[in-house]
């Protein structure tokens, strides 16, 4: 995979590096991880969540609310349920690549 910044040496402007340093910390709690590797099946509401990654509701919401504001989850309404599923493919590319470090 080609680094953006390969080639030469660039450091970024500090609103940019400010913003991905946000974007780290979004993926810094494991209920969090938990829940991004959940949706790797699909969407599922908060219910299907709770029971794939053994939270309580409350935690699963609470870190559903912070994965939203992160950009790194969308949610859809039907009826009463509320369903997530991963923002887009880049959250599914910035995952396997961190399993990918961790594991070798």
């Known amino acids: 995979m080609k680094s953006a910044y390969e080639g030469e040496i ?13 974007l780290f910390k979004a993926f810094s ?4 991880v938990k829940i991004l590797l959940a ?15 053994g939270a309580t509701q409350t935690a699963v919401s609470h870190q559903l609310r912070s994965l ?9 309404r039907e009826g009463k ?3 997530y599923s991963l923002a887009d493919d880049h959250v599914k590319i ?8 961790v594991e070798e």
């Open 10 to 22: 660039h450091i970024m402007d500090e609103e940019k590096a400010y913003d991905l340093a946000e």
């Open 29 to 32: 709690d494991s209920t969090r």
């Open 39 to 53: 949706l790797f099946e699909g969407e599922l509401n908060v219910s299907q969540l709770v029971e794939k990654i």
């Open 68 to 76: 939203k504001a992160s950009h790194l989850v969308r949610c859809r």
């Open 81 to 83: 349920n509320m369903f």
């Open 94 to 101: 910035i995952m396997d690549c961190a399993i990918e470090h």
